[in-house]
């Protein structure tokens, strides 16, 4: 069994309705799944980081109460349906097939469309969707969390969560504001 | 169930790379969508590396990108997905630029701007001077013919000079 602990940044009237509702798929930063910071001690800074960016973006600007929420989850998953992106294996398979296939390495949506492809063909081949998919990303930029040092610990492990089932929540602190 | 990762991620390889390029190109394109491709980009976790390492070039001149042609401005990055690949590709490069920038710069940035506004502004107030002197001595009322005048004589000084061959 695969155990995490994850947060996610959000507004606390969105917070309330996840507590209610559960999380559905169209929370995360993109694709479908639902976004956790895995990195242990700065999980809480890079949510509210994320928090702060995203008002920057005026995402939570019509939220009935748009002040900070950081989720805090426990993530379990068997280890077979949980796939490590990070994984020197699997990435060096996938650079050999941008090498094998003549596919440009620099040019992103190809290489990224080449992992969709790869993760179709394993979840096929096992006869099973992967869960929980766990990657390295970028944090927020670095003014909205500045205590976060790339150079020091690399880009912040992601949980990106497929099934809500695996979810569990821990607790929901609340109460800052973008500037908070 | 994929019992061990490694087997199946070899096998799943081997099964791709047998494919023909075309075939594979044909799948691929069909990928380009998928939402593991979305969730790749939009979470940059292909530009790690060149975030990690405090560098990351740029391919796109800022002045090359006709903003208020693709239109993603007027709402929020998140919304790339609603213009075509080759625009969300260099609107993309253009943003990770200015982010890069931004993170290289962030506090540096006023300071150097407003110096090079002091700097820019002290020299076209001596240009204008300059100007403004020229203008009093040579009773040219534009650097246009001032330099007209330049070029007439250089020309007769040149001619002088073959005569002279």
């Known amino acids: 069994m695969s155990e995490f602990e994850g947060s996610h940044g959000t507004s606390k009237s969105r917070a309330d309705k996840i507590k209610k509702e559960g999380f559905t798929e169209s929370t995360g930063r993109g694709g479908s799944g639902i976004y956790f910071w895995c990195h242990g001690r700065y999980n809480t800074m890079l949510a509210i980081g994320w928090y702060k960016f995203q008002c920057k973006k005026k995402v939570f600007v019509q939220d009935k109460d748009p002040l900070a929420a950081v989720i805090i989850a426990k993530l379990e998953e068997e280890d077979s349906k949980v796939l490590n992106m990070e994984n020197i294996k699997f990435k060096e398979r996938i650079d050999q097939l941008a090498e094998d296939m003549d596919i440009d390495k620099n040019k992103e949506p190809d290489i990224a469309a080449i992992y969709d492809l790869f993760i179709e063909d394993l979840e096929l081949k096992s006869n099973s969707r992967f869960s929980i998919l766990l990657l390295k990303v970028a944090p927020p930029p670095i003014n909205y969390c500045p205590e976060y040092s790339i150079k020091i610990l690399g880009a912040p492990l992601c949980c990106v969560v497929r099934d809500q089932a695996c979810i569990k929540i821990l607790r929901i602190t609340e109460g800052e504001d973008e500037n908070g | ?165």
């Open chain 2, 1 to 165: 169930m994929v019992n061990n990762i490694d087997t199946a991620i070899e096998s799943v390889y081997q099964n791709l790379s047998s494919l023909s390029r075309e075939e594979f190109l044909r799948r691929l394109e069909i990928h380009k969508t998928g939402s593991i491709a979305k969730m790749i980009l939009e979470t940059k976790a292909l530009s790690v590396g060149e975030i990690e390492s405090g560098y990351s070039h740029p391919t796109l001149d800022p002045c090359d990108l006709d903003i208020e042609k693709s239109g993603v401005w007027d709402n929020q990055p998140n919304t790339l997905d609603q213009i075509s690949n080759k625009e969300y590709e260099r609107v993309k490069t253009f943003r990770d630029w200015v982010l890069n920038f931004q993170y290289e710069f962030h506090f540096e940035l006023k300071d150097l701007l407003a110096s090079t506004i002091q700097s820019a502004s002290e020299q076209m107030e001596n240009i204008a001077i300059n100007l403004s002197e020229i203008q009093s001595e040579t009773g040219f009322t534009s650097a246009k013919k001032l330099i007209e005048k330049e070029d007439q004589e250089k020309y007769y000084f040149d001619s002088k000079l073959k005569c002279a061959a």
